[in-house]
C-alpha cells in the first residue's frame, strides 16, 4: 500500500512538472475577446495562428502545431494569418499568400520556415524568394505576377486589419474560436501553448453547446 501511494505521488508529481495538470487561468494564459470575434469556420472550432515567418518562435511551434491539427479531431479547422503589426513584414506575408495562391502552400510552408532559419536564406528579400520558389519547381514569372497581384495586396489589408481586430501584441498568437487569445509569450513556451490551446478548444467546444 505504501509502494502504490508512493507510485501515484510520483505520478502526480510528475504530471504536475510537465504541465498535464495545469489549467489554463484567465489573464495568465489567455485572455478573453469581448465582443467575440466572427469565426469563418461554421460547426468546426476555429484556431487561428498569427505568426511570422522570421520569427524563431514560430519556427519552433510550427511542427508542434502541425502535428497537433494533424493528429487532432475534425472537428477543428485551423487558419494561419501572417500578422502585419509592422511594414518589415510584408514581404513574407506576400509569400505565404503567393504560395497559397499558387497551391504550394502546403508543400513548401515548412520550407519556408527552414530555409530562413536554418539555412540562411534571405526568403525575405523578392529576388531571393523568386530564385528560390524556382529552385523548388514554380513558374518563376507566375510567382512574381502573382506576387505584385491586387489580390494579394488585398490579402495583406485584411490580415493587417486582422492583427487590429484580434489585438495581437506578438507572434505566435493563436486565437480559438474567435473568443480566446494565448500567445507563447503568455504560457511561457511553445510546448505550453498547445496545452493551453487543447484546453481552450474544450472550452469553446462547451460554450458552442450551451
Known sequence: MILL?????????????????AQ????????????????????????????????????ELEPKLSRWFFNGPPSV?????????????????KLFYTLESMGQLARLHWPVYDNFH?????????????AWVAHNGLDKQKFIDTYHSPEIQAKLTEARNMTQNYDIKGVPSIVVDGR???????????????????????????????
Open 77 to 93: 479547422a485551423l487558419r494561419r494569418v501572417p500578422a502585419l503589426s509592422s511594414d518589415n513584414w510584408d514581404n513574407f506575408a
Open 5 to 21: 501511494r508512493n507510485a501515484l505521488a510520483a505520478l502526480i508529481l510528475t504530471l504536475v512538472a510537465t504541465g498535464a495538470l
Open 118 to 130: 536554418f539555412n540562411g536564406v534571405k526568403l525575405n528579400e523578392e529576388a531571393t524568394m523568386a
Open 180 to 210: 480566446f487569445v494565448t500567445s507563447a509569450r503568455m504560457t511561457g513556451g511553445t510546448s505550453q501553448l498547445m496545452q493551453v490551446v487543447e484546453q481552450l478548444v474544450g472550452m469553446a467546444r462547451k460554450a458552442r453547446a450551451k
Open 24 to 59: 489554463a487561468q484567465l489573464g495568465r494564459d489567455y485572455i478573453l475577446l469581448d465582443p467575440p470575434r466572427a469565426v469563418t469556420s461554421g460547426d468546426k472550432i476555429e484556431v487561428i495562428e498569427f505568426f511570422y515567418y522570421g520569427c524563431p518562435v514560430c519556427y
